[in-house]
């Protein structure tokens, strides 16, 4: 699925036919909908793990203490 299937992206189209424009444009709109932003963030906590660097560090902590 995409990202803005899975409510986490906004689709601007074919990256060729994109103009610097287009993009100002997504994100004035985007910074105007409150809602919209906090429901986007909501969903990426649900999709994307954001423990996994700290969760990592205490598997290396673990292997390292019971090497010792």
């Known amino acids: 699925k995409n990202l803005t299937d899975l409510g986490v992206g906004i689709n601007l189209g074919v990256y ?5 424009e287009d993009i100002a ?17 909501h969903r990426m906590t649900e999709l994307f793990d954001t423990n996994g660097a700290q969760r990592i560090y205490q598997k290396i902590e673990g292997f390292l203490r019971w090497k010792r």
């Open 16 to 20: 060729k036919d994109l103009e610097p």
């Open 25 to 41: 444009a997504a994100v004035e709109d985007l910074v105007n909908d409150y809602p919209l932003r906090k429901q986007m963030s």
